[in-house]
T-cell receptor, first 119, second 110 residues
Framework: GAGVSQSPRYKVTKRGQDVALRCDPISGHVSLYWYRQALGQGPEFLTYFNYEAQQDKSGLPNDRFSAERPEGSISTLTIQRTEQRDSAMYRC?????????????????FGSGTQLSVL | RKEVEQDPGPFNVPEGATVAFNCTYSNSASQSFFWYRQDCRKEPKLLMSVYSSGNEDGRFTAQLNRASQYISLLIRDSKLSDSATYLCVVNKGNTGKLIFGQGTTLQVKP
């Protein structure tokens, strides 16, 4: 596809269930980021990858959250034993080139997001 | 202290007005600076990168002040279509971690 694709678009789940959110970045994009956004707030950093390597996971709230990108393309964000406080918009973004390790970032392209509701 | 701070506003201005937003960041080693725009319930989109020398794109001007650790966005001749949330984005130190501010909401009135 032409843009970053996220699925599902909406996810409603019951507390205690596990959920997996998928992100398909723009073809050829090296870096992939996950953010969480609450209403009225800016995107909150969760984690990011260069190729298949997870570079920084300091934003993952706790060990119920994990992310992977095994082949350097599609990524999955998994939340285990969901809680109501996990309800938010989860956004994925990709960029063409990595930051080269010196903080010289490139433009991010965002997907439409997955709206997660935990009942 | 938040790593990237913005005044959430809202800023309510009439069409044609000039409006400026500031954003402060805490890590003096940061190298990458951006302004993104986000429309209601949509994904953020890059408005402009911010360079040390400052840069201009039509009615939009971005400035970086490293000494005081802030970046600014100036919008001249505001249009109704400029109504949106403007997000300041800074990388963390010398890493690729990109941190977003809370966003500043702009409402341009007829």
């Amino acid at each position: 596809g032409a843009g970053v694709s996220q699925s599902p678009r909406y996810k409603v789940t019951k507390r205690g269930q596990d959920v997996a959110l998928r992100c398909d970045p723009i073809s050829g994009h090296v870096s992939l980021y996950w953010y969480r956004q609450a209403l009225g707030q800016g995107p909150e950093f969760l984690t990011y990858f260069n190729y298949e390597a997870q570079q920084d996971k300091s934003g993952l709230p706790n060990d119920r959250f994990s992310a992977e990108r095994p082949e350097g393309s599609i990524s999955t964000l998994t939340i285990q034993r969901t809680e109501q406080r996990d309800s938010a918009m989860y956004r994925c973004a990709s960029s063409l080139v990595p930051d080269r390790g010196r903080g010289t970032n490139e433009k991010l392209f965002f997907g439409s997001g997955t709206q997660l509701s935990v009942l | 202290r938040k790593e990237v701070e913005q005044d959430p506003g809202p800023f309510n201005v009439p069409e044609g007005a000039t409006v400026a937003f500031n954003c402060t960041y805490s890590n003096s080693a940061s190298q990458s600076f951006f302004w993104y725009r986000q429309d209601c319930r949509k994904e953020p989109k890059l408005l402009m990168s911010v360079y040390s020398s400052g840069n201009e794109d039509g009615r939009f001007t971005a400035q970086l002040n490293r000494a005081s650790q802030y970046i600014s966005l100036l919008i001249r001749d505001s249009k109704l279509s400029d109504s949106a949330t403007y997000l300041c984005v800074v990388n963390k130190g010398n890493t690729g971690k990109l941190i977003f501010g809370q966003g500043t909401t702009l409402q341009v009135k007829p």
